[in-house]
């Protein structure tokens, strides 16, 4: 019986997917140091997803907003109700009735100060549809988006019948207004070092020599899970009487330490372009 030729041994090889899950921080760093530098999704390092932004698909509510950002998908609504002022037992002083913006009250033309009787209260529910990556700023974008869309309808008090009476027409109801339009951002951090073993985790000066950092804009959730760092930076418009530009609301970070001033700097220079982006999807959908 002639003898079957025995072929040579074929190489071993992996699918992407099974690499990414056998070896996520080398998976990455391969393609961060690629030719063309661009990550797992397809992105370059500063580049953010765009959203996606719906308003008004709640019909019982006076406002809501559904938005997506890659696989991030989260849904707001808001519905306005009534509380009597006699409801209210207790107000600290930073919650007087008196400083409410939105207060209805009665129409005396002979009282310079007519007595309140009723608030407008929001009731907001958010619910996070699908999740991959910090989850904060696309709440956050739902959250504005929903408040841009909520109408409030015009109200008055009854002395007959003691109570607020509403109207039933939308033609009535008046916007929501705003003060300003803070975006939030968030970027991870990606260090690696090299050594006999291969790629491992930052060490304690944050890199090393043969090592570098990353920073990604917008991680998903497979690069989430490879930075160690983590900053969350919200940025607004400065108003009016405080000339213009940006300014910053608020800076998180969580994680390592690899993030100096440069690097923060950077990191609010995102998240003014950022501010941009979302400013013109947030407004496009009004």
């Known amino acids: 019986m002639a003898k079957q030729p025995i072929s040579a041994a074929q190489p071993l090889s992996f699918p992407p997917s099974h690499f990414a899950k056998l070896a996520p921080r080398s998976y990455l760093h391969a393609h961060l140091s690629s030719s063309n530098g661009r990550r797992p999704s397809g992105r370059l390092p500063h580049e953010a997803r765009k959203p996606q932004i719906n308003t008004g698909s709640l019909t019982h509510c006076h406002g809501s907003a559904v938005v997506r950002a890659g696989d991030n998908a989260v849904v707001c609504g808001i519905r ?4 009597n002022a006699s409801d209210i037992v207790d107000c600290t002083p930073a919650t007087k009735p008196e400083e ?15 007595e309140i009787k009723a608030y407008y209260t929001l009731h907001i529910t958010l619910l996070v549809l699908s999740l991959s990556g910090p989850p904060f700023p696309t709440i956050w974008t739902a959250l504005l988006s929903a408040l841009r869309n909520t109408r409030l309808p015009k ?3 009854d002395a007959d019948r003691q109570s607020v009476i509403c109207s039933p027409l939308i033609s009535d109801s008046k916007p929501l207004r705003l003060n300003g339009l803070p975006i939030a951002m968030s970027c991870g951090v990606f260090n690696t070092e090299k050594d006999g073993a291969g790629l491992v985790s930052q060490n304690a000066d944050g890199g090393g020599k043969d090592g570098k950092k990353w920073i990604l804009c917008d991680t ?16 607004r418009e400065r108003q009016a009487a405080s000339g213009r530009g940006m300014e ?7 994680g390592g330490g690899v993030v100096g001033r440069e690097e923060m700097r950077e990191v609010v220079m995102l998240a003014e372009e950022r501010w941009k982006v979302v400013k013109e999807a947030v407004e496009g959908s009004a």
């Open 220 to 235: 998903d959730g497979f690069e989430e899970g490879c930075c160690e760092e983590e900053i969350t930076v919200v940025v």
């Open 80 to 83: 306005a109700e009534i509380l």
């Open 100 to 114: 409410l913006e939105q207060r209805y009250g009665t129409d005396e033309e002979d009282s310079q100060r007519p």
């Open 155 to 157: 109200a008055w008090w």
């Open 248 to 254: 910053i609301v608020r800076i998180e970070k969580c």
